[in-house]
Antibody, heavy 118, light 108 residues
């Protein structure tokens, strides 16, 4: 199970940190991904942090340099730190798990809504 | 970057009919393709992985096929709960970038 939290209303240029608490598996042994969905739009990959790769995280060009994905293995939790937020970052943010070595996302959280507006 | 193009954008069908959804990749991705279902206001759900393998708990009426650049998701005998939006997704090996198709809405 994945449970996201931390969404809300933030002004342009502001910051927000999302959390995704996992249960039933360990984030350290999984590929953990953030996907977002703007209102009325499709799914957009945001970032993935890979296990077994020294906590390497990769981010979409649209968020590179502004967002950072990380995890706390002791809390079995994934984070997404979002800085310099823009209106186009307004979306529901989902965290999702991919089994180690896979290219799919087999478990998803329910999502947390982020609204960037003044 | 690999682009996934889904067609049609909308598919209007009746319960009991067969739905055939297409996903085309801009370059070969072997069989590294997944399909997801998203019902209104819910999180996506994995249906098919590696092009043709049903995920755990997915009914047999869902099937996937294809390789290279052309992939198909077939739903045999649409049930009321199948009317939803379907996305295809791939991940490149390096750099590890995920991409989703634009989605196909299956409506009554």
């Amino acid at each position: 199970q994945l449970v996201e939290s931390g969404g809300g209303l933030v002004q342009p240029g502001g910051s927000l940190t999302l959390s995704c608490a996992a249960s039933g598996f360990t984030v350290s042994n999984s590929y953990m991904t953030w996907v977002r969905q703007a209102p009325g739009k499709g799914l957009e990959w945001v970032s993935t942090i890979y296990s077994g790769h020294g906590n390497d995280a990769y981010h979409a060009d649209s968020v590179k340099g502004r967002f950072k994905s990380s995890r706390d293995n002791s809390k079995n939790t994934l984070y997404l730190q979002m800085n310099s937020l823009r209106g186009e970052d307004t979306a529901v943010y989902f965290c999702a798990r991919g089994p180690y070595g896979s290219r799919m996302l087999d478990h998803w959280g329910q999502g947390t809504r982020v609204t960037v507006s003044s | 970057e690999i682009v996934l193009t889904q067609s049609p954008a909308t598919l209007s069908l009746s319960p009991g009919e067969r739905a055939t959804l297409s996903c085309r990749a801009s370059q070969s991705i072997s069989t590294y393709l997944a399909w997801y279902q998203q019902r209104g206001g819910q999180a996506p759900r994995l249906l098919i992985y590696d092009a043709s393998n049903r995920a755990s708990g997915i009914p047999a009426r869902f099937s996937g096929s294809g390789s290279g650049t052309d992939f198909t998701l077939t739903i045999n005998g649409l049930e009321p709960e199948d009317f939803a939006v379907y996305y295809c997704q791939q991940r490149t090996n390096w750099p590890p970038v995920l991409t989703f198709g634009g989605g196909t809405k299956v409506e009554i």
